[in-house]
């Protein structure tokens, strides 16, 4: 089912400002993604209490936290029983060699951290189709699931 509007694609919980549903991205081999599966949002420390019955009744029951350890530790929120937390550290930031590279070289974007650290991305993905049957979401860089 494809929304009626743009708006749609956001996903209104309390505390949370930048959440949006991932469906209708083009696909390289034609097609589009599902609504309602996948979503993505800023940190989900930031979800109120009032907040997490929105992302169940949008069917989240996963969470894929793509953040470093050290911000993950910072965080002392308690989540619902219902939620499954998954924990990804997307950025690799051990990388030394690749992160003053891109910093000092002006680069942008995830392609070249694709190319440099290729095992975090499959790292995240992974999680994101391994996670147990409901919709997921990502925090901070961090996405959610859903059937598709």
Not at 37 to 52: I, K, N, P, T
Request: aromatic letters at 6%.
């Amino acid at each position: 089912m494809l929304p009626d509007s743009r708006s749609e694609l956001v996903l209104r919980f309390d505390g949370l400002v930048n959440a949006r549903d991932l469906g209708g991205r083009r696909r390289a081999g034609g097609g589009r993604t599902s609504y309602g599966a996948f979503f993505r949002s800023e940190s989900v420390d930031l979800l109120s209490e009032m907040g997490w019955p929105g992302a169940a009744d949008a069917g989240i029951r996963t969470v894929v936290d793509l953040r470093q350890l050290i911000e993950r530790d910072r965080d002392h929120h308690a989540r619902p029983d219902w939620v499954t937390l998954l924990a990804v550290d997307l950025d690799g930031l051990d990388n030394q060699t690749f992160w003053k590279d891109y910093r000092d070289n002006g680069l942008c974007g995830y392609l070249p951290h694709l190319g440099a650290m290729p095992e975090r991305a499959v790292a995240a993905l992974s999680a994101l189709v391994t996670a147990p049957l409901g919709r997921s979401c990502s925090t901070a860089r961090a996405v959610a699931t859903g059937p598709a």
